[in-house]
């Protein structure tokens, strides 16, 4: 879990860095993608069909997790292994998937599954080839992999290359290029079609299309709280643009190529009405003081490090080197001007299991971190920071990294322990971490610790971190009633509720949250002998 603070939109382009692109790794070669398991590992992808391990302080697993490079087609340009998602359940099935050109230069997107005997090594003759999508050029593949909030993968792939879309396959509801497909994978093979996919029993449509009417969609990403999907999509001779579609939506939207390049007209000839269409959130041209020739989409920061970039989509262009970030002002998306390092070619984002952001150059093989300048950290407790028990020690834990150091307290004065505190049966009060990076430090809300008399479960919740809305999720129980309160980071009450519960089921007991303050909450839960307790944040997304 992670505290967080939000900060007002950005209301005009400004034009000093806001962001320190840090030296991170160097030496890779046609870096592609990088992903995290959910777990403290980097997997760094090249176009030549290999996968590499590194973690957090930039050690690199001398083997490769994946060698498929005899399978993979790499002749230069757009080709070779370009994507990478790990199954949301990857802890316990062990699979992965990836998205590569192969034999005769068309696209797969394969499942693998990892060794039980060794976590950092892939079973290359694990491959099942899930999809094969015959591309008529050598260019314009996408490739870009990503599960989104609904446990379904997303593939993006674009409208086969050459120049203009020739064969007019991106408005072509019949052809999978131009599109984004998503597909059901939770199964031990093959895939199936969601039933809710838009276009799903439509004669005159692929059931696999998600969205369609894009020209090369090369990287796409989900915002981890708010479940936007943002897709990049290079443009062909005058405009990069940037969509973003809602969580909410159903899906089928039409983003306008061939018709259109962005917003401006492109080759309307049999094309459907524009109101049809969904423009850009944000479009820049090839000229001008924001200007490239091909887009590089990245992601969301949801970090816990920096107040500053929180809540930022990041983007680069292969071509200009610099790094901007938009942020909805007013319900229109305002970039800003945050890094430029020369002779790069970013070609990728990632995102490490904490947030953190990091960017790729393809054409230097360096990798770099997204750090803030306004040397303003904010302080986190923990991935789950939840008390397990009370009838005996508990540890309160930070998550490992290196960058930083940390002081716990309790009521105001300075406890021994630097990376955990250790808390005895009978040590209630309220207790703060300190997060310290290079001179700057910023202080925690406090956590409330009880002397506890029952030993005490965790109460969970979602989304966490929530937004308009949580739920509470209580165990299968004996029935009656349970008692919710929920204070907050200073120990004010927010909400005591009598909850009837289901007995042998799980009951969910659902909180509007629209009217609350941003910040860190405490849920305490007492259902007959038990007892539950747990952290939330809520957090309020741009809107």
């Known amino acids: 879990m992670r505290l967080v603070l939000f900060l007002a939109g950005l209301l005009a382009l400004d034009c000093n860095a806001q962001v320190n692109l840090v030296p991170f790794s160097s030496g890779w070669s046609r870096i592609s993608e990088i992903r995290n398991a959910g777990d403290d590992r980097l997997f760094i992808v090249n176009q030549f069909g290999q996968i590499f391990i590194m973690d ?22 757009e080709m070779g292994m370009l994507g990478l998602a790990f199954s949301p359940a990857f802890a316990s099935d062990k699979t992965f998937y990836v998205n590569y050109t192969g034999v005769g230069g068309h696209t797969r997107i394969s499942r693998f599954r990892v060794s039980d005997a060794n976590p950092d090594s892939a079973i290359d003759a694990s491959e099942e080839v899930l999809l094969l999508v015959n591309q008529p050029y050598p260019n314009h593949n996408g490739g870009s992999l990503h599960f989104g909030n609904d446990g379904y993968l997303y593939c993006s792939l674009g409208d086969g290359g050459s120049g203009g879309d020739p064969d007019n ?7 999978t290029l131009g599109k984004i497909l998503r597909i059901d994978v939770a199964m031990d093979s093959g895939f199936v079609i969601p039933p809710d996919n838009p276009f799903t029993g439509d004669p005159s449509a692929c059931d696999l299309v998600w969205a369609y009417g894009l020209r090369n969609p090369w990287r796409i990403s989900f915002d981890r709280l708010t479940g936007r999907l943002w897709i990049s999509d290079v443009g062909q001779q005058k405009i990069e643009e940037i969509n973003m579609e809602e969580d909410s939506l159903a899906g089928g939207r039409n983003y306008g190529w061939r018709c259109y390049e962005g917003s401006i007209p492109y080759d309307t000839v049999g094309c459907p009405p524009s109101a049809g269409m969904t423009f850009p ?4 041209p090839h000229t001008g003081p924001v200007s490239g020739c091909s887009v590089t989409g990245g992601y969301v920061y949801r970090g816990a490090r920096y107040k500053d970039m929180f809540g930022k989509y990041f983007l680069t262009d292969f071509c200009t080197d610099e790094i901007y970030s938009l942020r909805d002002s007013a319900g229109i998306w305002v970039a800003a001007f945050e890094a ?40 986190f407790i923990g991935l789950e920071d939840t008390i397990v028990a009370c009838d005996g020690p508990v540890q309160l834990t930070t998550p490992f990294d290196s960058a930083f150091t940390y ?32 001179t700057c430090t910023s202080q925690s809300p406090p956590v409330f610790v009880d002397r506890c008399l029952v030993a005490i479960n965790p109460l969970a919740f979602y989304p966490n971190p929530a937004g308009d809305e949580v ?12 008692t919710l309160t929920v204070y907050d980071a200073r120990g004010a009450l927010c909400l005591k509720a009598d909850i009837p519960l289901n007995g042998g089921e799980a009951s969910r007991y659902r909180v509007d949250t629209r009217g609350w303050a ?26």
């Open 169 to 175: 396959r991106a408005q072509n509801l019949l052809d």
């Open 340 to 379: 430029v390092e020369a002779g790069q070619g970013f070609g990728t984002f990632g995102e490490d299991v904490f947030g953190n952001l990091y960017v790729a150059g393809a054409n230097s093989g360096n990798i770099f971190r997204l750090e803030s300048t306004t040397c303003d950290p904010v302080a």
């Open 518 to 543: 941003a910040g860190m909450y405490m849920a305490r839960m007492e259902a007959a002998s038990q007892r539950y307790k747990g952290k939330f944040v809520v957090l309020r997304p741009p809107r």
């Open 281 to 284: 959130v944000y479009e820049y």
């Open 407 to 438: 002081q716990w307290y309790m009521d105001g004065l300075a406890v021994a322990g630097v990376q955990t505190h250790t808390i005895m049966a009978a040590q209630s009060g309220s207790y703060s971490v300190a997060v310290t990076s290079d």
């Open 56 to 77: 957090l302080d930039g050690n690199v697993n001398a083997d490769p997790f994946l060698d498929i490079s005899s399978r993979v087609n790499y002749i230069g340009g």
């Open 471 to 482: 739920a509470f999720i209580i165990p299968a129980n004996g029935g009656g009633t349970a």
